[in-house]
């Protein structure tokens, strides 16, 4: 049997389920999550150390709701306290992650290759249902783990057999804007896999240039995508953008409809609950945080983790997928501002703008006190510049904040590649 057999099994049986009834998705999912609840209760010392398994687990049973939430310290601190003493050779080999926060220290996970190829398949079901040509190149501009030297494979179902299949570049994400336009120019029609701060790069360097690329499909992956970058990758490129919520802990949790532009949450292989700040699950329209439960993460059993991104719960889809949705993703609460009015969101600023003026990305706009934000740029800031800048902000950022100006030597990517530009200091 060829290896690819278990993955076009497992892809049709994804393209069944997101269009079965309710009720056959949740039986599904909870045949996988009563395997995984007893895996870590049986296995692990940090849930074993809880006393009973959880009896209910119906995601919005009283029962199920009181099972704590995992966060990133317990597992940055007990990480042997969730390795399994045993599980089934099924999961195949155990492969670590890092999950290279953008704050605090990096928190190790482990995965499997049935986790890995859970995660591969989410990517297919994309590939599919968005109706990708799998004969084109694909660039990935990412973190490359100690490589610096693009490196090329072949994407797309393995099943259409390599010779049909298109090339893929894999090219780190720190390389010049400029060289990846290169890189990807005089080959007609591409697809690229990128995070939103390099969107806003490749965008605002190709609208500078006379550099022509079609870009039909950018998939973003990583931060919080912002409107205006969504935007100018229309203008610069002709792309429709495939937003998609995905995370080293949680996987690949939901990807933007082809029909409607919701987020279909990927029940087959992540529970994720949107909880509100009262710790109860969020209605269509409300807002709260991302927990996630990876139904394959039996390397590192996550259950009920606090991801730190937050959402706004979808409705139905009406393109008839059952799965449910995420109307909104809302970034991370460390890149939020805390508002005089007691609400928290990202600041609304325009980053296309801000970048075009300075002539390049590297600024924050940082809260550094109830009411005092700080732009912070590298270089040296023209007072035009910093006329259009501050004027830019001061009409987006509520009344009442003290802006200041600050230069600074350098602002580096995150170790994963990121570039946030926004940041809370003030804590929590
Ligand atoms: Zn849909």
Redesign the pocket.
């Known amino acids: 049997m060829p290896d690819w057999k278990l993955a076009h099994d497992y892809l049709e049986s994804l393209l069944r389920s997101e269009r079965a009834g309710p009720d056959e998705l949740s039986a599904y999912q909870s045949k996988l999550l009563r395997r995984l609840v007893d895996h870590a209760f049986d296995e692990t010392p940090f849930y074993a150390g809880r006393g009973g398994k959880p009896a209910d687990l119906a995601p919005h049973s009283p029962g199920w709701l009181s099972q704590p939430c995992v966060s990133r310290s317990d597992l940055v601190e007990n990480f042997d306290a969730f390795r399994p003493s045993s599980f089934s050779r099924l999961h195949g080999v155990i492969t670590p992650l890092s999950t290279g926060g953008s704050t605090g220290p990096a928190a190790r996970r482990d995965t499997t290759s049935l986790e890995a190829l859970a995660r591969l398949l989410a990517s297919y079901r994309m590939y599919r249902n968005w109706t990708f040509d799998q004969s084109r190149p694909f660039f990935v501009f990412r973190k490359l783990a100690g490589e610096n030297e693009p490196r090329r494979d072949k994407w797309g179902f393995p099943w259409n057999g390599e010779s049909n299949l298109g090339d893929r570049t894999w090219i780190d994400i720190a390389t010049p804007a400029a060289e990846q336009l290169q890189a990807m120019s005089g080959q007609g029609p591409v697809y690229v896999n990128t995070l939103p701060s390099n969107i806003l790069r490749l965008s605002v360097a190709a609208l500078r240039s006379d550099v022509r690329i079609s870009i039909p499909f950018i998939v973003s992956v990583g931060e919080y995508l912002a409107p205006e970058v969504r935007a100018a990758a229309q203008e610069a490129f002709g792309s429709t953008i495939i937003d998609s919520f995905a995370s080293a802990e949680g996987g690949v949790i939901a990807v933007q409809?082809p029909?409607?532009g919701?987020y279909?949450i990927q029940s087959e292989q992540v529970l994720a609950e949107i909880i509100s700040l009262h710790g109860k699950p969020c209605a269509p329209g409300e807002a709260g945080e991302v927990i996630v439960t990876p139904l394959y993460g039996y390397a590192t059993p996550l259950i009920r983790y606090r991801s730190g991104d937050f959402a706004e719960a979808g409705p139905a889809?009406?393109?008839g997928?059952v799965l449910p949705?995420i109307s909104r993703l809302l970034g991370r609460r460390e890149h939020m501002f805390a508002f005089p009015d007691g609400t928290r969101r990202l600041p609304e600023l325009d980053r296309v703008r801000i970048t075009q003026t300075l002539g390049h990305d590297q600024w924050v706009l940082v809260q550094r006190s109830k009411t005092g934000a700080e732009f912070r740029h590298t270089g040296v800031l023209t007072a035009a510049a910093r006329q259009a800048v501050t004027g830019s902000l001061e009409s987006t950022l509520v009344h009442g904040f003290q802006l200041r100006c600050a230069q600074v030597d350098a602002l580096p990517l995150t170790s994963g590649g990121k570039r946030h530009f926004t940041l809370n200091e003030m804590g929590n």
Do not use: D, N, V
Request: net charge neutral; with cysteine; proline share 10%.
């Open positions: 409809c029909e409607a919701l279909h889809c009406p393109c997928r949705t």
